[in-house]
């Protein structure tokens, strides 16, 4: 049986991400996991804004899942850079708007993709730089019954 301590830097880096994803981003949204997996001082740069401290970020967390119902990520990719001790990953966030970007609430479900980057400190996720498809999603939720497709 391999045990945590077993596991090389990579393997590490890779189930903190999954185990994050899976406790914080699944039913039933373990909020209270953030103060297990980051830091106290967790910084994420997404969507143009800085979001600074765990409680801060546990709350921007619930604002999002209020806004995306049964919100789901699904990691796609795991990519670890030793040298710099940064985590990409490669996910797809789903559920079912509830008044993103300030439209109206119509539980249409929707799907985005995204990629983030982290740093690790402490076996703890430490910050992240995350970019998503904001625009794409913006288009698909103001379209109506017409799909637009963007090379």
Known sequence: MTTKSDLSTHEKAEKLITEFFDR????????????????????ITTAGSVVKGRDAFKNWVKRFQQLL???KTESEEIFFD?????????WICSGRNNG?????PDHQ????????????????L??????????????????????????
């Open 24 to 43: 914080v981003w699944h039913s039933p949204h373990e909020l209270d996991a953030i103060d297990e997996m980051m830091t106290e001082d967790y910084t």
């Open 69 to 71: 119902l049964d919100a």
């Open 82 to 90: 030793e040298t710099k001790g940064t985590v990409i990953s490669r």
């Open 100 to 104: 993103l970007f300030g439209l109206e």
């Open 109 to 124: 479900f929707v799907s985005f993709s995204g990629i983030a980057i982290w740093t690790i400190r402490g076996n703890k």
């Open 126 to 151: 430490a910050e992240c730089w995350a970019e998503r498809s904001a625009y794409e999603l913006f288009t698909q939720l103001t379209a109506g019954s017409e799909k637009k497709q963007f090379v």
